[in-house]
């Protein structure tokens, strides 16, 4: 019996050894992330290219809606949002309802952790 437990506990050490070796294996790099999906819209540089949306370059703590030669929507113009870890986070998980009315059209299939990764590589936050 007392075998028995022992086997039992070992066994399921190794499966949540292995289930984290597999997600470890599976978790995108934040520039993969970014590539996928943002880059359809977004370049990482600090001017105004030929994107849909506007570059996303040295966006730490700045003021939202302020790349120079972009045309912004009024609301994000007007917005007032600093771009920090939660701002830029309750952005990225539902655009409209963090702020009704932009013209970013974003349905996020990214996961929490992806999300948590993807900001704080963007903001170049530690
Ligand atoms: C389908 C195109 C599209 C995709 C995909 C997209 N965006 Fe956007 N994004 C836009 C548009 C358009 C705007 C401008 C919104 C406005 O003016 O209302 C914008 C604005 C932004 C802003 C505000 C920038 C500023 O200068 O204030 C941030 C931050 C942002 N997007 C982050 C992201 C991130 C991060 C992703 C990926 C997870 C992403 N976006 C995916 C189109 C997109």
Not at 9 to 15: D, G, H, K, M, R
Not at 19 to 24: I, K, L, N, R
Not at 58 to 63: A, C, D, M, T, V
Request: proline share 6%.
């Amino acid at each position: 019996m007392k075998v028995c437990a022992t086997t039992r506990l070992l066994f399921c050490f190794a499966l949540v050894l292995a289930v984290e070796v597999v997600q470890a294996e599976k978790a995108l790099p934040e520039a993969q992330l970014f590539a996928v999906a943002c880059a359809g819209c977004h370049t990482l540089s600090e001017e105004t290219d030929h994107r849909i949306g506007p570059p996303l370059g040295n966006l730490g703590h700045r003021l939202a809606g302020s790349v120079v030669n972009y045309e912004y929507s009024e609301a994000l113009a007007t917005s007032g949002i600093r771009w920090t870890v939660p701002e830029l986070t309750a952005w990225i998980i539902d655009t409209d309802a963090r702020l009704p009315e932009t013209s970013m059209v974003y349905s996020n299939a990214l996961t929490p952790d992806e999300i948590l990764r993807l900001t704080h590589w963007l903001l170049k936050a530690p």
